[in-house]
């Protein structure tokens, strides 16, 4: 039977140590097609900057490659790290998309950087207390929203004739959740990193929303970090790779994602498991049986419309096998043939 909600994935392009960037960068086109074939609703990709082990740093040249590969699923940014850019870039830049993959694209919006305080400099990122001003400056631009007298107004967006896909706002604490509902956008909160809880955030964003052009009735999406093999005990030997890199990154060293092997092997200092022990209850890990009864609750007891899920495994085609799983254990249909 059906899940009682939407699945979708978020891909952050990893860089598995033993690869390169060219075969992370062939793998995002891979995973977008498999999805597709599986029936995912959509997929996002996040913005991260000064990151070793990453290699989503543009989340709109992956969409539009993504997009390019596949018919039917949802492709966008989860999110694009709005303090980074112009908000004319981004206007532009989503509205080419929009334009070249018509009802298909989504535009994730996010505050945090994207990466540390030396990447902030280096982009010239804006502060945390500029936001509000970044998107309303992106909405107007999109909305033909300024003033006469406002010299933007003299700005013609290009490309003309098209507007920004459907906005969403992404949230890790709840603070973001009635701007979003005020703002008539949709709502995604990231379970997968944060341990605040999801429902009074999502009860809030309820509570304030206001119809829009895009989203006639709130819609929430709750992201899950899982990971997905035939047995439970091969899932927890495969997530040893996200944990220990996890632990590595808090404390300071980034590298790229190695291999469950050389992570079970390696020494960790009492702070780094500290580190692991304070988030291995966010990453849920188990067959497929384990895992789509631990979504389904999590998902109910959040209120969410959507599950969107990001998994990490350093063998890019177990992490393609692990997505398989959770679409058949959630009763996910697959779509149409994909091109």
């Known amino acids: 039977m059906p899940a009682p909600f939407s699945l979708s994935l978020q891909d952050l392009a990893p860089i598995a140590q033993g690869t390169n960037t060219q075969q992370a960068m062939a793998e995002t086109v891979l995973l977008a097609q498999e999805a597709d ?34 018919r039917n699923i949802r492709i966008g940014s989860g999110g694009v790290m709005l303090l ?12 080419t998309l929009a334009a070249l993959h018509p009802e298909r694209i989504d535009l994730g919006i996010g505050r945090a950087p994207g990466g540390d305080g030396y990447a902030m400099r280096a982009l010239k990122s804006g502060g945390g207390e500029e936001f509000s001003a970044y998107l309303a400056e992106l909405m107007a631009f999109d909305e033909d929203g300024f003033p006469p007298d406002h010299p933007f107004s ?102 790229q994602l190695m291999p469950p092997e050389e992570a079970a092997a390696r020494a960790l200092s009492p702070q780094q498991q500290q580190v692991i022990e304070h988030q291995s209850p966010l990453w849920l890990v188990g067959d497929p049986e384990q895992l789509a009864e631990a979504i389904t609750e999590k998902a109910h007891a959040a209120g969410a419309d959507e599950v969107m899920i990001t998994t990490t495994i350093h063998d890019y085609a177990l992490r393609r096998r692990s997505f398989a799983l959770l679409a058949e254990a959630l009763g996910v249909a697959p779509g149409p043939a994909g091109r």
């Open 37 to 70: 074939r599986l029936g995912y609703t959509r997929l996002w990709y996040a913005e991260h900057h000064g990151m070793p082990s990453i290699a989503s740093s543009v989340p709109e040249i992956l969409i539009g490659s993504a997009a390019a590969a596949t």
């Open 84 to 95: 980074n850019h112009a908000p004319l870039r981004i206007a532009e830049a989503y509205r």
């Open 154 to 255: 003299r700005v013609p967006v290009s490309p003309g004739g098209i507007t920004l896909p459907p906005k969403w706002l992404l949230g890790s604490s709840g603070a973001s959740a009635q701007a979003a509902g005020q703002l008539g956008f949709g709502y995604a909160f990231a379970a997968h990193f944060s341990h605040t809880p999801a429902a009074p955030a999502f009860a809030a964003y309820r509570q304030a929303f206001a119809p829009s052009r895009d989203f006639p009735a709130p819609r929430t999406i709750l992201c899950l970090s899982a990971i997905c093999a035939p047995s439970e005990e091969e899932a927890k030997f495969l997530a040893t790779s996200q944990a220990v890199s996890w632990a590595l990154f808090v404390t300071g060293e980034q590298r």
